[in-house]
């Protein structure tokens, strides 16, 4: 499984403007596998992400919207992805100008392996 | 001097546009040319400028001045819709499309169209008496065809371009002191808008609804069909979220946050700040086209933006 990961990040990882991809541990935000450019604060991140991930996931299904697929934040400079159904999440940092719609695929395969 | 500076304008232009056909000289060679009544050359122009910048809004905007000048509504209405796409938020296709629609009967529409527009500028006055029109034409619900279009106002003077060589109108005379400044309008005297209205141009297809929420968790303005889902209750659970959002970006020196885009197993929602104090909510079909949310959301965060300035 754990080579499973490490592939998955390192395919993310690979795609144009991807800053960063991890594997994150989803009820403590730890980072279970990563790969990271300099100046992407990981553990940070990680944790950061995985608390909001839980935070939106429970208000979608408290308003009947359905469990949460994944997430995308929008920023001045980038994106930040987590996608994910059980324990893991991948979190993808990526660059404005990044191919969003190729990470937000690979996101997608990444949640079914990781459900 | 200042006609002989006009022609030698006009000169420069021309021989822009002849040295490099994706100069955008053609732009005021071609309002040049409008003004002086040589519509063909100027929507010639126009239109092998626009296959080179095909994003150019000034030049759609006065493509669809010249097509109106035609006679041809359709056409323009085509050139104003392309500028709203472009640019969510321009005056001036907002009140030609509101025009064009109010002359062919589609009061609804108009009324959508110049609702906004007004309030972009509270104080065109053409654009508040067509509103004043649409809204009596719209809420009458009569089966019977709208009045003739001599009952609309006159086109605004801004549709007619004025020669670059002419002096800068006068200031306006000061206003008296027992009158109250235009600016100071209150809301209740401007023409009043209906607050679920106002995203209606973006709903429709596989965007449900949008809703302007407040840091309460309280709906300003906007709708939302949805059935599969309580939209209400999203609101008011998200506050947390959209706190955390902010954060997780700025440590991964993102940036401000721009917005927030959720896959759910019923519907994608597209979060959004549309002022400080307040967030934009989109839900759209569980199939829509994530790019096709997130340039809903850019068009709703403008309008959303226009309506908490003039009536928050």
């Known amino acids: ?78 994106h930040v992805i987590v996608a994910g159904a059980g324990d893991l999440l991948l979190v993808v940092v990526a660059e404005r100008a990044a191919q969003l719609g190729l990470v937000r695929l690979e996101a997608a395969r990444a949640a079914e392996l990781l459900a | 001097m200042k006609v002989k500076t006009a022609v030698a304008d006009l000169q420069r ?88 629609f109010l002359e062919d009967g589609e009061a609804g529409r108009a009324r959508q169209h110049l609702e906004r527009a007004s309030l972009i500028r509270p104080d065109d006055g053409a654009v508040r008496e067509a509103l004043r029109l649409a809204t009596e034409r719209d809420g009458g619900g009569s089966s019977t065809p709208p009045a003739a279009s001599t009952t609309l106002p006159p086109p605004p003077a801004a549709l007619i371009e004025p020669e670059p060589w002419m002096e800068s109108p006068a200031p306006p005379a000061p206003v008296a002191a027992s009158e109250p400044a235009p600016a100071a309008r209150a809301p209740h005297q401007q023409t009043p808008v209906d ?45 947390g979220a959209i706190d955390e959002a902010r954060r997780t970006v700025l440590l991964a020196h993102l940036g401000e946050w721009r917005g927030m885009l959720l896959d759910t197993g019923n519907a994608m929602l597209h979060i959004a700040p549309a002022t400080a104090e307040a967030v934009i909510l989109i839900a759209a079909r569980r199939d829509a086209p994530a790019g096709w949310v997130l340039r809903n959301a850019q068009n709703a965060q403008a309008v959303a933006a226009q309506f908490l300035e003039a009536y928050a």
């Open chain 2, 195 to 239: 607050p679920a209205r106002i995203f209606d141009h973006v709903i429709g297809g596989p965007v449900l609804g949008a809703l302007l929420v407040d840091t309460r968790g309280l709906v300003l303005a906007g709708r939302m069909d949805v059935t599969s889902g309580d939209v209400e209750a999203l609101s008011a659970l998200l506050g």
């Open chain 1, 1 to 78: 499984m754990s080579d499973e990961l490490t592939a998955v990040v390192e395919r993310v990882s690979r795609i144009d403007g991807v800053r960063g991809a991890l594997i994150v541990e989803a009820s403590a935000g730890v980072p279970v596998v990563a790969e990271l450019t300099e100046g992407v604060a990981g553990d940070a991140v990680a944790a950061l992400a995985a608390s909001l991930y839980r935070r939106a996931s429970t208000a979608t299904s408290a308003a009947t919207f359905g469990g949460l697929r994944s997430l995308q934040l929008e920023a001045e400079d980038g």
């Open chain 2, 13 to 100: 232009w021309s021989e822009d546009v002849a040295r490099d056909p994706g100069s955008l000289s053609f732009l005021p060679l071609a309002r040049a040319y409008r003004r002086q009544g040589r519509p063909d050359a100027a929507q010639r122009l126009c239109l092998r400028g626009l296959e080179r910048h095909p994003e150019n809004v000034e030049a759609h905007d006065l493509l669809a001045l010249l097509y109106l000048d035609a006679g041809d509504r359709k056409r323009a209405a085509d050139e104003w819709s392309m500028v709203l796409r472009l640019d969510p938020a321009n005056f001036e296709a907002l009140r030609g499309l509101g025009f064009c």
